[in-house]
């Protein structure tokens, strides 16, 4: 069974920087998906980024594209969210999602729904 581990978060000033770290443990197979969502109080979880390790085709949402960038060290089933220029408005819950993918699949899945294998969750919390 795949295991998530998130870590990474902390406090920060607005304009700084934060690295996520989510490692997967007892993946089975290299054809595979990692997701980077967010919560925060009171609003919908929504997706930041996503990884494919197929065709390693990746996602931005709209609204951190150009500060985020997501990458992988597949050898280590380790996928990092390198979080730039941050601002209040990127404070939320992170949590990383897994689910195993085709190997003929193209582009990275996006949605909620299409993965199966949860972190607990690392809070990320930007001050003005």
């Known amino acids: 069974e795949v295991q998530l581990v998130e870590s990474g978060g902390g406090l920060v000033q607005a304009g700084g920087s934060l690295r996520l770290s989510c490692a997967a443990s007892?993946?089975?197979?290299?054809?595979?998906?990692i997701g980077w969502f967010r919560q925060a109080p009171g609003k919908e979880r929504e997706v930041v980024s996503c990884i494919n390790s197929v065709d390693d085709s990746t996602y931005y949402a709209v609204s951190v594209r150009g500060r985020f960038t997501i990458s992988s060290d597949y050898a280590k089933n380790t996928v990092y969210l390198q979080m730039n220029s941050l601002k209040p408005e990127d404070t939320a819950v992170y949590y990383c999602?897994?689910?195993?993918?085709?190997?003929?699949?193209?582009?990275?899945?996006?949605?909620?729904?299409?993965?199966?294998?949860w972190g607990q969750g690392t809070q990320v919390t930007v001050s003005s």
């Open positions: 007892g993946v089975s197979f290299d054809e595979y998906a």
């Open positions: 999602a897994f689910a195993y993918v085709s190997v003929s699949r193209v582009g990275a899945p996006v949605r909620e729904y299409e993965y199966d294998r």
